[in-house]
């Protein structure tokens, strides 16, 4: 399979303190990557160098070998990719329904039919109840779901999901869980996600990539990640066996 | 053109620009505590030069031996006004605060043109016409009088704030909001003494002011935006920037009249604050603001 | 269909509502005196002028306390040209337009290639608009402080022209109304549009909808020079109704202010807000200045407290006690207690 997403050598510092140093990594299409290590590790800020909010210092990235880095997030996502936020942005204004409009509204300059582009993606989330409440309005899970929504409503070729799971309860974390594998699954969709529930983590992951001060100190398939010494040493402190 | 009127227009402009200072140092207090921007600045001081001319016309006060008792009533002035109204729409985004404060404006200027009409007012002092000479530089009396004034009110403004318990108190809350009220300082009533204290500035500047400028009630916005321009380029937030750029506005305003023409030194000063609001928003001496 | 589109999600009260004061206005010149009339002008254009401003802030989210400017140069470019080039005002008001939405490109950019916002922002349009004040104020070929003329004949009151904007008292109500109508079925025309939804989406969080794919610098742009272009439609009207400019008068800050006033009252980010905001203030204003000058009249209030300082304090007020008690304005209020909208939209 093709490497969708290929993440080379990037680095940025902010103001003499180096947060993401030499980090490569690649995703290939239809795979679901998770991003994991402890917290300051430097995961939302390779989120962020990938979807345009950050220009990195250096390093380069690749959407479907064409040269992404540097460029807004306006244009990210019309490249193709998608990302929610750790900390939920909605459009508290809008509703439910026109949150979704929004990112529908990439696909098509008709609003009718991104309208209806959005009414589906709802469904698919199990928002459809909720379409005409204002997102202000919405607890927390639901949130979740409708930026995943608006995200997916963009049309991409891949999906970042930064803790989409942190903070729900276990039911609503399988939910969740559930819900982005039928979307892989049934839809071919590319996702990268950073994680700390590691339920989530080993249920969906065909692979991960494990990063610590910035720098990446393991990657491969979720059985050989667990039993790698330097990431349980990072996650438990060294000599640990 | 020659180095004696220059020399003149740059001696003329520093004193003014010290009493520019003055009022802007109210602007900055005001923002670097409590994060407001009085865009209410120039009416206020007008309505400090009214008082001034009252106390002129009745009592036949020099306006500069009026300046405590302006300053007072400006104070409390403006702490009512932080503690009654400003408060209330602290939560809400900060161009509702812009907006209420620019009404103000609205309301105390057409106050003052229903009190007192629409034309040109001023003093006239004893000194008003004679000067002092300082080697090749010839200084109006009224002038370097005001000037010194000023100088001795933002100085004792300046000590306050440095060495006083109310005033390391109030810097505390500029510092860390959260902190002060955690440790316990009264975070409403600081703020409402911080406005009072900005309040009090522009009375001071106003009640000096009088001596150079006539009064009218149209003339606060073109005082607001002079405000703006020195505490903008001095750094909001700066005290040391306000004196700074005010006399570096002062000088630039003389300057431009003799070189240029004096009808264009507004205009300077606002090209100047165009390029500062494009190049170095936090200005020289101030803090980076979002 | 388009009507449909329009104000489908106005309950029967709203459009009731809409429909009978549309009737009024419309029937206004035959049933009013020609004071009446005159205010009524002054109302719709200070609609007018409003739902132009709300444009840059109640969409693109920013402040403009310089509106004044965009007025300024689309009534100064249209009577230079009519007065010295014998340009008709329907050709020279493409000029206007393109004048203001220029001067609106080069702030709004240098706005945003310069990440200025808020009060900031606000700031930058006093300074451009006082500097061109100035400008104007020294440019002799426009007339400079001495102001510029537009000739006014002995038969310009009267017919029909719309081509030289001259004719009835009438005419010039009938037109300021069609602009007003026309800014608010644009505005709701754009609101329903993609437009519309990415203002929106800017407006509630820039970071999120640059994330789905909205382009933020050009969708505020053209909210920016839509605004400025409207208001240099305004500035047209203007300069061929008062057939007079001065500097001071056009360009001063207090114009710039006298714009928000409505559409903060009314209510910001909403299409009908500026309107009703002008209805209400406007009215109230003279009814104020016609009672301090009757109360003169009877010796019970000195003859020489001034009448617009009077009307000047009591707008302050108004704007103060919006901002206190209800900040979203009145149109969002009045729309929830008649119930004039459909949820979800509420309002607009």
Same mark, same amino acid.
């Given at each position: ?64 070998? /064409? ?28 509703? %439910? ?22 009414? /589906? ?44 799971? @942190? ?42 990539? %494990? ?31 | ?30 923002? !670097? ?11 206020? $001081?007008?309505?400090? +030069? ?26 409390? &002035? ?17 161009? $509702? ?13 057409? !106050? ?59 810097? @505390? ?73 005010? +006399? ?43 | ?46 609609? &007018? ?121 009438? +005419? ?22 993609? +437009? ?118 009591? &707008?302050?007020?108004? %704007? $103060? ?6 900040? /979203? ?20």
């Amino acid at each position: 399979m093709a490497a969708l997403l290929e993440v080379s050598r990037l680095g940025k510092s902010f103001r003499g303190v180096r947060a993401v140093t030499d980090v490569s990594f690649a995703v290939a299409e239809r795979e679901i990557v998770s991003l994991i290590g402890p917290n300051g590790a430097g995961k939302t800020t390779v989120f962020n160098l990938i979807a345009g909010v950050l220009r990195p210092d250096t390093g380069r990235v690749r959407l479907a070998s /064409r040269d992404i880095t540097g460029l807004r997030p306006d244009q990210i996502c019309a490249a193709g990719i998608a990302r929610t936020f750790q900390l939920v942005k909605p459009f508290p204004e809008l509703t %439910v329904l026109e949150n979704v409009v929004v990112g529908a509204l990439r696909g098509t300059p008709d609003v009718a039919e991104a309208r209806a582009a959005a009414r /589906r993606l709802l469904d698919v989330v199990e928002l459809g109840e909720q379409a005409d409440v204002p997102a202000a309005h919405l607890t927390l899970p639901d949130r979740k779901r409708l930026e995943v929504a608006r995200a997916l409503a963009t049309g991409p070729k891949l999906l970042l999901l930064d803790e989409v799971v @942190a903070g729900l309860r276990p039911t609503e974390a399988d939910r969740m869980v559930r819900a982005l594998r039928r979307l892989h699954d049934e839809a071919g969709l590319t996702i990268l996600l950073i994680e700390h529930v590691m339920r989530a983590v080993m249920a969906l992951s065909d692979h991960i990539v %494990v990063l610590h001060h910035g720098e990446k100190i393991s990657e491969g398939t979720p059985e050989h990640v667990v039993r790698d010494p330097a990431v349980l040493g990072c996650y438990l402190g060294q000599g640990v066996r | 053109m020659n180095l004696e009127t220059v020399a003149n227009a740059l001696a003329s402009g520093l004193l003014t620009g010290l009493v520019y200072g003055l009022s802007a140092l109210g602007l900055s207090v005001i923002f !670097g505590v409590i994060r407001i921007v009085n865009f209410a600045h120039g009416e206020m $001081m007008v309505v400090g +030069m009214f008082i001034a001319l009252v106390l002129f016309r009745r009592l036949g006060f020099d306006p500069l031996l009026s300046v405590p008792v302006v300053a007072a009533v400006m104070f409390a &002035f403006g702490y009512a006004l932080q503690h009654v109204i400003i408060r209330r729409v602290a939560h809400l985004p900060d161009y $509702m605060q812009f907006l209420l404060l620019a009404a103000l404006g609205l309301i105390l200027a057409s !106050g003052s043109l229903v009190i007192f009409g629409p034309d040109a007012q001023g003093v006239q002092v004893a000194y008003a016409t004679d000067s002092v000479a300082l080697g090749m530089l010839v200084v109006d009396k009224p002038r370097l009088y005001a000037a010194a004034v000023a100088l001795v009110v933002a100085t004792v403004l300046l000590v306050f704030f440095k060495y006083s318990a109310t005033g390391r108190a109030i810097r @505390a809350c500029a510092d860390n909001y959260l902190g002060a009220k955690i440790v316990g300082l009264n975070v409403d009533r600081l703020y409402a003494l911080t406005f009072g204290v900005g309040a009090a500035c522009l009375g001071a500047a106003g009640c000096i002011i009088l001596l150079l400028v006539d009064v009218h009630p149209y003339l606060g916005p073109a005082y607001t935006l002079l405000g703006f321009v020195i505490v903008i380029i001095g750094g909001l937030g700066s005290l040391y920037g306000a004196l700074l750029g005010g +006399m570096l506005i002062g000088v630039s305003e003389a300057l431009a009249a003799v070189v240029i023409q004096p009808s264009l030194k507004t205009a300077v000063s606002f090209g100047l604050l165009i390029l500062v609001l494009l190049l170095r928003p936090q200005g020289l001496l101030g803090r980076a603001v979002q | 269909m388009m009507l449909e589109r329009l104000f489908g999600d106005l309950t029967t009260a709203g459009r009731a509502t809409l429909g009978a004061f549309l009737a009024i206005l419309l029937a206004l010149p035959f049933v009013a005196s020609s004071y009446v009339n005159t205010v009524a002008i002054i109302c719709l254009y200070l609609a &007018f002028l409003g739902q132009a401003w709300n444009l840059m802030f109640g969409f693109a989210g920013l402040l403009s306390v310089g509106h004044a400017l965009f007025v300024g140069l689309g009534a100064y470019t249209s009577a230079y040209l009519f007065v010295r080039h014998q340009v008709p005002p329907v050709i020279g008001i493409l000029a206007s337009v393109a004048l203001a939405g220029t001067a609106a490109a080069l702030i709004g950019s240098l706005a945003f290639r310069f990440a200025i916002g808020g009060v900031y922002f606000a700031l930058l349009t006093i300074a451009f608009a006082e500097f061109t004040r100035i400008l104007v104020d020294h440019a002799k070929f426009l007339g400079g402080t001495e102001g510029l003329f537009l000739p006014v004949g002995a038969t310009s009151r009267q017919g029909i022209d719309l081509i030289h904007i001259r004719g009835w008292p009438a +005419m010039y109500y009938y037109l300021i109304l069609a602009l007003c109508l026309g800014a608010l079925l644009l505005c709701r025309l754009l609101l329903a549009s993609r +437009m519309g939804f990415y203002w929106r989406a800017i407006r509630d969080n820039p970071d999120a909808a640059a994330a789905a794919g909205v382009p933020i610098f050009r969708y505020r742009m053209y909210a920016v020079m839509i605004s400025a272009a409207l208001a240099g439609i305004a500035g047209v009207f203007y300069a061929f109704y008062y057939n007079n400019l001065f500097p001071e008068q056009v360009f001063g800050i207090e114009r710039s202010v006298e714009v928000t006033l409505a559409p903060i009252v009314g209510g910001v980010g909403t299409a009908f807000g500026p309107i009703l905001g002008a209805f209400v203030l406007t009215p109230l204003g003279e009814s104020l200045s016609a009672l301090v000058r009757w109360l003169q009249a009877q010796g019970i209030i000195a003859k020489q407290v001034r009448v617009d300082g009077v009307k000047q304090l009591f &707008f302050g007020l108004a %704007v $103060m006690g919006i901002v206190l008690a209800q900040p /979203r304005g009145l149109w969002p209020w009045i729309c929830r207690r008649l119930r004039l909208f459909r949820p979800p939209s509420g309002q607009i």
